[in-house]
């Protein structure tokens, strides 16, 4: 059984069951994600309830934001409607994202790179609507907190999607002060951790790579806005 096929029984098994239904669902998907195939269900039905709930945490769930929802996953023809069912049972409340979030980073002990992947869909959904409000930015610095990444690394992740915070230096994680050639050395660290090979081969969901290729775009505009004003 594939991932959307999963979830199609999921939606089935739900019913009219309500959002504690859902809940209980998807918690025993992601408790029982054991095997490869498993842990790839578990990671999107997690993924679709997080999301989910994100789009909730300001109260109103907005168009711009279910169609972001949809950006971030390449679903078949024909499984809209089940994944539609996963995503509005799940965003009548906010309740129950901790558990989900602790559950994700569970799945992939071993790569906290995914944690960071995450967080980067959750805030494309989130500035959706033209705006990332307190309580989405709660939300999100919460599962960060969650994903055990650090202020620094949350501060990075938020100055890539929330243009008021946009510092080409903390775009890139380095401090201003740095020389010239470790400037260099660090951007092409990173835009080698964040090139889509190098993902697919980490077994990262293939939604996740339109994610990342947005990542390596403001990594390349950050970095071309320092090397303009350092004369690189």
């Known amino acids: ?22 809940d209980r669902i998807v918690q025993f998907i992601v408790s029982a994600g054991e095997g490869r195939g498993d842990r790839a269900v578990a990671f999107t039905v997690a ?9 909730k945490a300001d ?48 799945l992939f002990p071993d790569d906290p790179e995914i944690r960071v992947d995450i967080l980067d869909a959750l805030f494309h ?12 930015l709660a939300y999100l610095q919460r599962i960060a907190e969650i994903f055990g990444l650090d202020e620094r690394a949350f501060n990075q992740i938020l ?30 660290k990173l835009v080698a951790e964040t090139h889509p090979d190098r993902l697919i081969a980490r077994g990262v969901p293939e939604e996740f790579v339109r994610i990342a290729n947005d990542r390596l775009a403001a990594l390349n505009v950050a970095y071309a806005k320092i090397a303009a004003e350092r004369g690189l």
């Open 1 to 22: 059984m594939n991932i959307w096929s999963a979830i199609s029984a999921v939606a089935a098994a739900i019913g009219a069951g309500g959002a504690q239904i859902v």
């Open 47 to 55: 993924m679709i309830a997080l999301s989910a709930k994100m789009a």
């Open 59 to 106: 109260g109103v769930v907005t168009g711009d934001e279910e169609i972001a929802f949809l950006d971030v996953f390449d679903i078949p023809a024909g499984e809209e409607r089940n994944v539609a069912r996963l995503f509005n049972l799940a965003k009548q409340d906010v309740a129950g994202f901790e558990t989900y979030a602790e559950r994700l980073a569970a």
């Open 125 to 136: 959904i989130a500035k959706a609507d033209g705006i990332v409000h307190e309580y989405e």
């Open 159 to 188: 100055a890539r999607h929330v243009r008021s915070e946009e510092n080409p230096y903390r775009v890139l994680g380095i401090a201003g002060s740095v020389p010239d050639e470790e400037i260099k050395r660090h951007y092409r």
